[in-house]
């Protein structure tokens, strides 16, 4: 049974930095393709980033050169480092991994287990 468990989520203001961590079961990270995402209120979900079995990490452009995903195979944990934090950024953030089916990184088809989230607010 694979299970994905957020943490690090939590209320900051603007400027601030938080690191989410996704512990992962079941699952090795080593040799699968992960992402981060999160949902605003009223929005649907969106992409944030992905990093494959071969390191390279994509990312949406809105957060560009503020987000760092990284990931420990020894732990077998996900992390999205978030630094210059917004208040657009302000969702709840959802980890994910599976299988590169599609050069569209941010295809939920990539995608098939999540965990069950983690709320980031951000303040003015």
């Known amino acids: 049974q694979v299970q994905l468990v957020e943490s690090g989520g939590g209320s900051v203001q603007t400027g601030g930095s938080l690191r989410l961590s996704c512990v992962v079961s079941?699952?090795?990270?080593?040799?699968?393709?992960l992402g981060w995402f999160r949902q605003a209120p009223g929005k649907e979900r969106e992409g944030v980033a992905t990093?494959?079995?071969?390191?390279?990490?994509v990312y949406v452009d809105s957060v560009k050169g503020r987000f760092t995903i990284s990931k420990d195979n020894a732990k077998n944990t996900l992390y999205l480092q978030m630094n210059s934090l917004k208040p657009e950024d302000t969702a709840v953030y959802y980890c994910a991994a599976g299988v590169y089916r599609t050069p569209f990184r941010f295809s939920p088809v990539n995608f098939d287990y999540w965990g069950q989230g983690t709320q980031v607010t951000v303040s003015s």
């Open positions: 079941g699952y090795t990270i080593r040799t699968g393709f």
């Open positions: 990093i494959g079995s071969d390191g390279i990490s």
